[in-house]
């Protein structure tokens, strides 16, 4: 069984920054690409940014250039380096895996972004 718990979630005022992280209970090299999601109320759940086991990158073109999606494989974490927070990026942030077409999910964490 796998486990994702993510942290980091906040408060933050627009133009700050928040650093989400997500630790895997196994080794993330087990895992063909990770990410992160996000669901704002009254949308639906769309992907932020991933990362793949090669280390290759994509982003949605909203966080473009102010998030950044990284990992440790030592410490089976990936994180997300928030900057230039808009209040549209209010939303639970979800951490998630794949592996051999298989999706984890984590339980999600908080990011409000005020005006």
């Known amino acids: 069984q796998v486990q994702l718990v993510e942290s980091g979630g906040g408060l933050v005022q627009a133009g700050g920054s928040l650093r989400l992280s997500c630790v895997a209970s196994?080794?993330?090299?087990?895992?063909?690409?990770m990410g992160w999601y996000r669901q704002a109320p009254g949308k639906q759940r769309e992907l932020v940014a991933a990362?793949?086991?090669?280390?290759?990158?994509n982003y949605a073109a909203s966080v473009k250039g102010r998030f950044t999606i990284s990992r440790d494989n030592a410490k089976n974490t990936v994180y997300l380096q928030m900057n230039s927070l808009k209040p549209e990026d209010t939303a639970v942030y979800y951490c998630?895996?794949?592996?051999?077409?298989?999706?984890?999910w984590g339980q999600g964490t908080q990011v409000t972004v005020s005006s």
């Open positions: 998630a895996a794949q592996r051999v077409g298989i999706d984890y």
């Open positions: 196994k080794s993330i090299f087990s895992f063909d690409a």
């Open positions: 990362i793949t086991s090669g280390g290759s990158t």
